[in-house]
């Protein structure tokens, strides 16, 4: 089938186009640098001819609280409205686990507003619930810094690999839509601060980490279960121990 991935130069995107090619389906990778532009609605029914399924892991070029609100809720509508008229039969989301716990957080509340304009589409749809990549794990490290020490609270903490969160959107896509949400999350549960001293200490870099109950992750202050999804998760095979970027050189 014809399957169109927003943002499918990304991160994810990529994986998913790879992963859905190598499979036999039309994956098309769209996104600005391909021409298919969500905010403008540039290129939106051009790409969406003739395909089956549409998967938006899209993402704002800002984190700005206005901004991101801004881009959620006009591309979303965009490529709502391009779905309907091209008689897309299923439309998959990348959201992240823990949205509806802080919806104080700027980037949360704009995903929940995606949510919601998807879930009145009348579009068939799915929505995978991720927790923090792998991937974003140095940034994380980097934005929680404050005069050199890495401040972060002793919470509950379960990671991906952007191959496990992609793996699981793949094999979603291609099925019957939930109608629903889905958690998926890494193999295995951590403390946030015991995990980051580990993490640090893999690349060598000399930052301490601080225990502090009420350290900010981007902008909100969590609680034991913020960060972690419930019982019924799907869980990722690489454990972040395995996983080939743990030890990259710092940038």
Known sequence: MKIVVIGGTGLIGSKLVANLGEHGHEAVAASPNTGVNTLTGEGLAEVLTGASVVIDVSNSPSFEPAAVLEFFETSTRNLLAAEKAAGVGHHVALSVV??????????????????????????PFSLVHATQFYEFTRSIADEATDDGKVRIAHVLFQPIAGDDVAQTVGRISVGSPLNGRVEVAGPEQSRMDDFFRDALAAWGDPREVVTDPHAHYFGSELTERSLVPGDDAILGRIRYSDWPGRTAPKR
């Open 98 to 123: 823990g949205t509806e716990r802080m919806p104080e957080n700027g980037y949360f509340r704009a995903k929940i507003a995606q949510e919601e304009l998807i879930e009145k589409s009348g579009i």
